[in-house]
C-alpha cells in the first residue's frame, strides 16, 4: 500500500522550514489525531543519512499510520504513505531499523491484533510487505537485537494481567515468549503497564523500566482502578531470556511491584476517597556508554509535577539527580506533567519536558476516579508547554534550549523523541530529532473529528 494522503498543495507546505534560533521546523501533516505522536513506542529512524517518521492521522474513514522520509543530504521529503488502519486512537505505530536499513513497522491496537510491516528495500518507506497479523496487546514497543532479531513488548489484554515479550528473528515469524511483568493474584481487575526498553552498549545488555497502573476489583466504574501505581526497572545479559535488578539479583518472570527493582510506588487504600491516588507517569530510560541506566518519572502526591531522575546508586537503590531543582529554577510556577528521555551517541541526556501552570482557576490536581492527576489539562492544552533540557554530566547539571514555540492559542502537545533502538539514532554531535503537534489531545466528542498540525523539530547544538 502506497497511498499518498495530503493534496499537493500541503505537500509542498510542509517543505518549507521555519528557522527558529538553531532549530529547523517542519509541518508534516494538518490531520494529525488526538494521539497522533504520543505513545510508548520509538517513532523516529535515521540511518544512512536518511530520517524516517511514523504517526498518526485521522479523517471521517478512521485512523491511519503514516510514514515519511527526509533526505538529510537533500534536505528533501518523500510523500506520506499509508501503513495501515487503526480501530482507535491508541492503534499508533512504531518504527525501527535494523543492521542493513531495513525498516520495521509494528501499527499497536487497543484489545486488538497487531500489524507487523517490513520495508521492501533497505532505507526506503515508499513500499512495505504485506501485513503480518500477530499477538493481541496494547500499547506495543518495538526494537532490534545485534543479530537483527526483532523485540517486542506490549500489555497483555486477556485480563490486562501483564507485559508480555515478543521476538522475531530474521526471516521467521514472530514468537510469544511469555509475560515479563505481571499484576499480583490481589489485583483482579483492570490494569495498565507503560514500558520502556533500551540497549547498552553493543547491544550486550537490555534494560527495561515499567510503569505499574493497577485496581483491586471490578465495580463497572473507574474508581478503584489505579489505586497501586509504581515504577520498576530490571535488565538482561541474554537478550531477554533471564532478567536481574541493577545489582544482579536475579528475578524470577514474570517480576511483579514485590520482585522487580523497584525505583518508586504509592499506594492509597480502596476506603481513602478523599486522599488522591499516587498519581505516578513512568516516562522513560536511556542507557549512556558505560552500561548506566536512568529512568524518568513524574510522581504527583503529595505534591503536584515533581519529576525525577534517577539512576543506580551502587548499593541496591536510586539516587535522584536535580532535574526537579532545574525546572523550578528556570521556569518557576511551572510544573512536569510529562517527559520523553533519549541518548545521544556521546552521552548527552536529551529530555523533552510538558511542563503546566501549578495554579491555575480550573486546576485539579487530585481527581477522584482517575487516578491521573493531570487529567484536567485535556482540556486545556493552550496552558501546557513543551520545553528542552540537556545533560552531558549524567544528570548533575542541566542546559536548557528554545526548541518549539509556544502557541497560546493551540497547545503543544504530546512531544516524542528520536530514540536509539537497534542501529538507528542521533550520532555524536547531534541532538535527537521530534514529534509533537499543535491543537487538541481529549477524547473526541461524539460526532467530532479532531485533526492537528504534526511537526518534525530538528534541534541544533
Known sequence: MQTKLLPAFLLLACTAAVAMSATTRELISEIGSERATSGNGNKIVTFD?????????????????????????????????????????????????????????????????????????????????????????????????????????????????????????????????????????????????????????????????????????????????????????????????????????????????????????????????????????HCGIAVDSSNRPYGVYVRHTPTPGRIFLKTPDGVGGWEDRPLRETIEKRWPGRVAVGCNVSMTGDDIICLMLTLAPLKHPAANWSPGIFGRPAFWLRDHPNIQQIVWLDSGDGGRTFTSREVIPHDPDRGTLLPTLERPTGFNGPPPGRLPSLLYFEGLSRYRKPGELIQNDVFFVQPRR
Open 49 to 281: 543519512g536518511k530520517t524516517h517518521l511514523v504517526w498518526q492521522d485521522s479523517n471521517e474513514q478512521g485512523y491511519f499510520a503514516r510514514v515519511r522520509t527526509l533526505d538529510r543530504k537533500s534536505g528533501k521529503w518523500s510523500p506520506v504513505y499509508t501503513l495501515g488502519v487503526g480501530t482507535d486512537n491508541h492503534a499508533r505505530p512504531t518504527i525501527t531499523c535494523d543492521s542493513q536499513g531495513y525498516l520495521h513497522v509494528i501499527i499497536g491496537g487497543h484489545h486488538t491484533g497487531l500489524q507487523y510491516r517490513r520495508s521492501v528495500r533497505p532505507g526506503d518507506a515508499s513500499q512495505w510487505t504485506d501485513v503480518e497479523a500477530f499477538g493481541k496487546t496494547t500499547y506495543p514497543l518495538l526494537i532490534c537485537g545485534p543479530d537483527d532479531t526483532l523485540y517486542l513488548v506490549g500489555r497483555h489484554d486477556a485480563g490486562w494481567k501483564g507485559m508480555d515479550c515478543y521476538s522475531k528473528p530474521p526471516g521467521r515469524k514472530w514468537q510469544q515468549r511469555g509475560l515479563l511483568v505481571a499484576k499480583q493474584k490481589r489485583y483482579e481487575f483492570y490494569a495498565a503497564y507503560h514500558n520502556a526498553l533500551a540497549w547498552g552498549p553493543q547491544h550486550r545488555t537490555l534494560h527495561m523500566s515499567t510503569g505499574f497502573f493497577m485496581g483491586l476489583r471490578g465495580d463497572g466504574s473507574r474508581n478503584l482502578r489505579g489505586l497501586h501505581q509504581a515504577v520498576g526497572y530490571m535488565r538482561s545479559e541474554d537478550f531477554g531470556e533471564t532478567w536481574t535488578k541493577a545489582d544482579g539479583t536475579a528475578i524470577e518472570l514474570p517480576a511483579t511491584t514485590d520482585t522487580i527493582d523497584l525505583i518508586d510506588e504509592g499506594i492509597r487504600a480502596a476506603e481513602a476517597t478523599n486522599k488522591p491516588k499516587p498519581g505516578i507517569q
